[in-house]
């Protein structure tokens, strides 16, 4: 169990918390997750992270990892569908049609296509573009 985790389950008095929609555990997951990007937040605004830090802040990388992957995996496979599903398709189409307004209003013209390159090009120049320096090799064959 990392620091991270270690110290949630100690803030809540309890070893192990249930997995099961019960709203306490919910709320104790949320502020949970707060106190990891607090914590990320904190240790990285001087824009210089401490040696002191480098650890704890490598746990609680991995623990917002954790947290977010389960979260995306919620909304793509529940959240999303269930809200879909409640509207009709000229429903669908009109707020599909008002989030691209917003999505034009926030980021241009081009919208989402221009903050994907933007983003691609800062994470050229970060050397962060290559997917396959970043894959893990594969493991002997049996």
Do not use: C
């Not at 620091?3 to 502020?31: C, K």
């Not at 746990?59 to 509207?87: C, G, N, Q, S």
Request: proline share 4%; glycine share 4%; aromatic share 10%.
């Amino acid at each position: 169990m990392s620091d991270v985790q270690e110290s949630d389950s100690a803030a809540f008095g309890a070893e192990i918390l249930s997995t099961d929609n019960d709203p306490l555990y919910r709320f104790h997951q949320w502020q949970a997750n707060l106190r990891v990007t607090d914590y990320i937040l904190g240790v990285t605004k001087p824009g210089k992270i401490s040696s002191n830090h480098a650890v704890s802040l490598a746990d609680a990388l991995a623990a917002f990892v954790r947290m977010y992957e389960a979260h995306t995996a919620a909304e793509d496979t529940i959240v999303f569908p269930a809200w879909k599903a409640t509207f009709s398709a000229k429903q669908f189409e009109d707020i599909s049609d008002k989030f691209e307004e917003i999505e034009h209003s926030k980021f241009g013209t081009d919208g989402f296509e221009d903050a994907r390159k933007r983003i691609a090009a800062i994470e050229n120049e970060l050397g962060l573009s290559d997917l396959n320096t970043f894959t893990a090799p594969l493991p002997p064959t049996l």
